[in-house]
């Protein structure tokens, strides 16, 4: 599954794959725990081969911001942190139990030095990650809640069967009584 996902850039040989399959290590959550906390320095890059992650902030002592859902066959990290190696404001938090591979930043810096490829895997899961998050700014900004919700409908179903609706509503930027109101009106 790992290498599946890293062949599928099309940018690194065979022996870049298994060095780094080989300096990963295995780790298991169990639902609520955490990858990171916030103050915490990212020190691993985590590939998920199975589970949903929570991304989030506090806006608040009390509120809880849920900006990302990350779901198997991709990779995530606290990324400003993992760049910057400086502690982070975010939590990611395992919303089922987690079956992770994790690639330290040492390591990591080791195979960027070794195989100039993985310099540009990087540089093309940070595009893809700014495009990604641009289309979230541009959605909350510019759309209305109802469809915000049809987008994620269209996009990402997987997210509306199994993520608890506080988590869905704080994602969509609503309350979870609009949400309800959204849906109920789909329903008919």
Known sequence: ML?????????LEEEEIAAFTNKTVSRQLKKGEFLITEGKISKYIAFIQSGVFRSFYRSSETEEVTYCFTF???????????ITQLPTNENIEAMTDMDLKLISKDHMNQLEDAYPNWVKFFKKVAENEYMNLERRIFMLQRESAETRYHDLLKHHPEYLHSLPLQYLSSYLGITQRHLSRIRKNLSF
């Open 3 to 11: 290498e599946e996902f890293l062949r599928s850039f099309q940018i």
């Open 72 to 82: 198997e066959n991709t990779i995530i990290t606290a990324y400003t942190s993992w």
